[in-house]
Every structure is written in structure tokens, then in C-alpha cells.
């Protein structure tokens, strides 16, 4: 494994998944898209660092468990509780959230300018990029990041949470400039972007700074576009789907792994981006994250592999 002792920072919001399975049936698990971003790492051996809100209560310290029993550091900044997001799945196992957040990083800007500023990885992403105050703070922690700090995005937006789409459409599109790697699912973009081609849109956004821009697609996989406008596609791991809680914060926690393993850095990521990045590697990237994602959707929640899982011979 390369890009060992890498400094890895994922920003984000931490919560406690309230999941209504089937009538009368609901459970209770850590989670929260950044979270997840970091636990996956974590369980790939990345030793990361998330700051992130944190109530001083029991669903508080069930979070922090969660994550330091997986090898993530937490930063946490105090609130008056955890957050919550109910998620009500349909016959597939998709789900559809309901959220109880409130998400600020209060007054520990100056001192977490100077922690990122020791990056190497800068992971933002979802909730906490778009939900004020806290989202001006993420992207002001993007905007001040090392020059050597490999930024990456992925949206994870929540419709529910949303009151201003034109607002957040210019959140996403400022923190999609700022970032080397971004990664979206379908449905991000058809919302984002609602009748236009996803293909289109991911060779848009990657015209605007990323060195590429992911696109997963469920079952169907997964697609990547240069910013010189080239498209790779690998094709959707097939697996018996108990719920899809996690899988895209699976595929963008094992992406990251991928590209720490590759020896990739910021800027070379960003002299490369004007000739493009060769076919053979970004397919190897998203192979590496739809098989993350595959045993993540495979089992009940947010639940991604370990590195001994993910390296083992597949079935």
C-alpha cells in the first residue's frame, strides 16, 4: 500500500442514521456522508482525521466509537446534540432522508485553517457544504488549502435539506472549481442539472479545474471525464442489494485510497490534467471503488469493507 503516512482531513457532518427498514421495523446507526468518507478510509488503514459537530450526548459518543474502533482521529466540535437522518427505504433498498441537523464549526475556524493547512488529502462534501453557516466555513477551509493538498468533492446532495436550489447550485459549482477530484452520483446531477445529459455535465465540471470528475451510476456503475473530455466507464459489480446506505461514500473513500495508492499528488495531478489522464488508470480507480461500494451495499448500512476485505480474491 502506497501513500502510507499521508495526512488525510475529511470535514464534514457526523449523524446517527434512524433507518425504516420495512413497517415496524427501524434501527439506529452511526453515520453521515463525510463520515462514512472517513471510515472507509480508515478501514483501508488511511488513519484519517475528521472535524466534524458532535452533541455531548449518548448518540454523540456511540459516533466517536464508531469511528475511532475504524482508525479515524475525531475533531469534534460541540453541539447541543447529535444530528439525526431518518432514511425510509423502498423495495430496492434505496433511501430517502429526513434530516435533523444543524451544522457550524463555531468558533474553531482559525485553528482548523492551520490543521488543514498540514493536509495532504482535503475531503469535503454533502451537507456540510451547502448548509449555512457552516457551509461559508468548509468553503473558506477549500479556499485556504495548501497548494500541495489534494482537494475532493463530492456533492452528496439532500433535496430535503435544500430551501435555496439557486444557492446551492452556486455552492457546488464554486467547490467543484476549487477541487482535483470530484466525485457525483446520477442523481446529484439530474437535480443539479435537471434535463440535461449527465455525460455533458461531469465534461463541464471538469473543464472548470478538476483534474476528473466521477460519476456513479447504482447498479449500472460507474463513468469518469477528464478535464480534456474523455469518458471511462466500468460496468456495476454484480451483488445481492440488502440496502444502498453508505455506497457512495464507500466508492469515494476507497476513490481516495486509490489515488493515495497510485502515488498521486495535487500537482501532478493538475500538470496531468491538460493531457489527460491515461484510460488504464482512472479505469483501475473506479473498478477499485465500485468493489468497495459493491460489499458495502451487500450488507445492512453504512458498513464498507476493511482492507482484508477488499483485497481478497473476489467470489
Known sequence: MTGEGARIVVVGEALVDIVHRTPGIVDEAPGGSPANVALTLGRLGRAPV?????????????LRRWLEDSGVEVRGVDAAR????????????AARYEFDL????????????EFVGAADVLHVGSVAAVLEPGARQVAALVGGAPPRALVTYDPNIRPSLVDDPAAVRGRVGELVALADVVKASDEDLRWLHPGEEIVEVARRWAARGPAFVVVTLGADGALAVTAGGDVVSVPGVATEVVDTVGAGDTFMGALIDGLLAAGATAPGLRAAAGGG??????????RHGARAAAI????????????????????
Open 50 to 62: 475528521l472535524v466534524t459537530r458532535l452533541g455531548r450526548d449518548e448518540r454523540g459518543a456511540r
Open 82 to 93: 447529535t444530528a439525526t437522518a431518518t432514511a425510509h427505504l423502498d423495495a430496492s433498498g
Open 102 to 113: 444543524e451544522w457550524s464549526l463555531g468558533d474553531e475556524l482559525p485553528g482548523l485553517r
Open 277 to 286: 489522464i491515461p484510460s488504464s488508470e482512472l479505469e483501475a480507480l473506479l
Open 296 to 315: 458495502t451495499v451487500a450488507r445492512a448500512g453504512a458498513n464498507p469493507p476493511w482492507r482484508t476485505e477488499l483485497t481478497a480474491p473476489a467470489a
